[in-house]
């Protein structure tokens, strides 16, 4: 096995972030127990008192988009970006529940990951459902929330019982080429797992290239990453062009 480079990480990490607001009471919420699981919860069960879910993506820099193009493992850029960004979205929560409580107000925190079932590799609460529910963005052939700024990011959700005036735009455009014209299909052909086959994802194997670079990169964090079908898209940073 190959020794990854100990270069220093590559800055900056991320873009502006794109921010949604929406009602949790949202009628789409109640769809989450057919199209997810049963067990999704609601934003009332996180939060008794909840008003409004912070809905937000903070994309990566091209450079770190860039650097997982290719190869078998990820980039280390990649691994040290997810990891950075799941710390930031923890002390993003942190900040806006410390906001909230001097406003007299709550939150109820949720995770970037790590909140899922080990076996079934299903988690009660999905950020990108929840963010394609706010509007930002739609779903592409890779499973991945594809926003204004791409598909290349992490994605945020926390609710609270501040009531916030839902943002316009929701349930946005399509975004994925292949569910537009039929063209492109560039992120199932870079699947190096073999786990998109037809029209079913095998959900497994992708986790298993997650845990083999988790393990190769085991002395920076824990990174269970690949993101071989993001890189190198049309969709990869920005909407695409048709
Ligand atoms: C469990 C999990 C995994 C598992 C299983 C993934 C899977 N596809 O099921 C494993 C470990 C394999 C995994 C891998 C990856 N993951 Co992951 N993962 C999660 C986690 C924790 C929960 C996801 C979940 O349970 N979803 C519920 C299932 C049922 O839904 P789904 O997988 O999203 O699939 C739905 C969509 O495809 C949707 N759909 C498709 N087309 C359409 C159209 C419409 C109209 C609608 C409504 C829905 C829809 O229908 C499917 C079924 O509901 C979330 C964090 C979170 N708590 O949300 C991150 C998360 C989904 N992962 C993420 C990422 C980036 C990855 C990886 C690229 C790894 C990496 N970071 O390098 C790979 C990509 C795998 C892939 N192509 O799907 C990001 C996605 C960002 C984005 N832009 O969408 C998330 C949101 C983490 C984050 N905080 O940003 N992941």
């Not at 996180?46 to 988009?65: C, Q, R, T």
């Not at 990951?113 to 529910?133: A, C, M």
């Amino acid at each position: 096995m190959k020794e990854f480079s100990n270069k220093t990480i590559l800055k900056p990490l991320w873009k502006e972030p794109i921010i949604k607001t929406i009602s949790a009471d949202h009628d789409l919420f109640k769809t989450l127990k057919q199209t997810v699981s049963p067990k999704h919860l609601f934003p009332h069960d996180i939060l008794p008192n909840a008003k409004s879910v912070i809905s937000f993506f903070i994309p990566f820099e091209e450079k770190i988009v860039e650097s997982n193009i290719g190869g078998h493992y990820a980039s280390k850029e990649w691994a040290e970006a997810y990891i950075l960004t799941n710390t930031l979205i923890t002390k993003i929560n942190k900040k806006i529940d410390f906001l909230m409580h001097q406003k007299g107000h709550q939150t109820g925190n949720i995770p970037a990951t790590h909140n899922f079932d080990n076996l079934t590799l299903l988690s009660n609460w999905s950020h990108r459902h929840v963010g394609y529910i706010a509007g930002l963005g739609n779903f592409g052939i890779n499973n991945m929330l594809i926003t204004e700024k791409g598909c290349c990011g992490r994605l945020g959700s926390i609710v609270t019982s501040y009531l916030f005036a839902p943002s316009e735009n929701h349930i946005s455009e399509e975004k994925c080429l292949y569910k537009i014209n039929g063209s492109c299909k560039v992120c199932q052909t870079q699947c190096i797992s073999n786990a998109y086959q037809g029209r079913d994802f095998n959900k497994h194997k992708c986790y298993q290239t997650c845990l083999e670079n988790a393990e190769y990169y085991k002395k920076i964090g824990y990174a269970d990453v690949c993101g071989k079908c993001l890189t190198g898209l049309p969709c990869s940073t920005r909407k695409p062009l048709i």
